[in-house]
């Protein structure tokens, strides 16, 4: 959906090819914000349904917007340099919104990059505390018409040839500092006294992470569970929700993490959450109501909160429903969007 960029008053540059986070986040938000205020992405690679400007029109795009100024909302250092190099160099009307979800000290360049920005946005409260300036808190949002409970989840598992029993799951990139080592060794643990139960790890290994992936697969193989500790394919975003559905359990065991979307993607599912206590997690989890917090590597922890829920079915039916109420009354992406919305109007009332 290709827009014309003398009509836009906020661009949302995403310059990354491949599928994160941050590009998840774009192809969701873009087209709900686009109800409400006048708004496009650009980069290299976007759905078609997305409204979107071409990148090399920003090059050719009038100084200035149907507003005076146009917003310019970053998530990436490269995309903070984009348009710092626009409005200095190509000497483009833009106001410079950041987004941070990082959970750590910045490096020099990303401080002096975040200084020369407009305004910031931090994705959860212990993001801002990491940013050394004011900011505005902006909880991510999810979709909760495509992230919903399913119709017959029996019939879905047998769609993706998924066994019937109790199933957890673990989705993301694969390596260390997502700890998806830890979650094999923790179902390792859980899945040998409980026979019908399984396992999903889905996601992608890269380049060095490869070796990894393959020291997990045999981890689970060498414990006789490779039939039931299944590992699945990194899936298109249109598809992900199809594969929280099937869960009873969702497990977010990270290291580290910047906002971490997962959690809330399978509660909106109404699939209850085991996640460690790093990014935004614990803003998110309810501990004891929509799931349970552990510290990050531990195993016995992760595989005793896994347990103790799959062995109480009454007790994760209740976090089941509360996981899906808490997402309802907390994180509608219809929120997020009009919040977002809501700093691109004070900024161009601004000039």
Sequence with gaps: MTADPAAIDVIAPNFKRRLSGVTATVVRLVPLQARDIAIAATGPVLPPDVPQIRLRDLLTMPRRGPSGARVWHARRNVEMLGGLALKHLLRKRLKLLFTSASQRHHTWLTR????????????????????????????????????????????????????????????????????????????????????????????????????????????????????????????????????????????????????????????????????????????????????????????????????????????????SDAARRHMLENFRIEDEAAALNAVYRALLNAT
């Design 112 to 319: 002096a990059l975040i200084a020369r920005m407009d305004a910031v946005v931090a994705t959860s409260r212990k993001t801002a505390a990491y940013l050394q300036r004011d900011a505005t808190v902006i909880l991510h949002g999810i979709d909760t018409d495509t992230f919903r409970p399913p119709d017959d989840k029996a019939r879905l598992r047998a769609e993706l040839d998924l066994p019937p029993g109790p199933l957890v799951g673990c989705y993301g990139r694969v390596r260390a500092q997502k700890g998806t080592d830890v979650f094999v060794d923790a179902m390792i643990e859980v899945l040998k006294s409980r026979p019908d139960a399984g396992a999903i790890v889905m996601g992608r290994a890269t380049g060095k992470h490869r070796d990894f992936e393959r020291a997990l697969r045999d981890r689970a193989a060498e414990a006789g569970l490779e039939g039931r500790l299944l590992f699945r394919p990194e899936v298109a975003t249109h598809d992900i929700a199809r594969w929280y559905q099937v869960l009873d359990l969702f497990v977010a065991p990270q290291r580290w993490e910047g906002f971490g979307l997962t959690p809330i993607e399978a509660m909106a599912c109404g699939v209850p959450v085991v996640a460690t206590t790093v990014g935004a997690f614990e803003e998110l989890v309810m501990a004891g109501e929509t799931g349970h917090l552990v510290p990050p590597g531990d195993v016995s922890a992760m595989a005793d909160a896994v347990a103790g829920l799959l062995d109480d079915p009454a007790r994760l039916a209740r976090q």
